[in-house]
């Protein structure tokens, strides 16, 4: 019987993103939102495996909205 699995690498949620100016806010929620799609995809096609290797967010502290948003 198949796998099905999907794998990211390096997500970083919350990444400073400094060398983008102002833009990095507008990228961050960007980022936030693709991580969402990646999810909704997981549930929707039925994924059995969902492998994220290497660091999920960027700091080892990351803030209530941003854990609530990945773990809700």
């Known amino acids: 019987m198949p796998i099905k699995l999907l794998h990211t690498s390096d997500v ?6 400094a060398f983008l100016g102002e833009k990095a806010d507008a990228h961050r929620k960007l980022q936030l939102q ?5 999810i909704e995809k997981i549930i929707s096609e039925k994924f059995d495996i969902f ?3 290497g660091d999920l967010f960027d700091t080892p502290f990351p803030s209530e909205k941003v854990k609530i948003a990945v773990f809700e």
């Not at 970083?12 to 993103?17: C, I, P």
């Not at 693709?34 to 990646?38: M, P, V």
């Open 34 to 38: 693709t991580f969402s799609k990646i």
């Open 51 to 53: 492998l994220i290797a």
């Open 12 to 17: 970083h949620l919350e990444a400073g993103l």
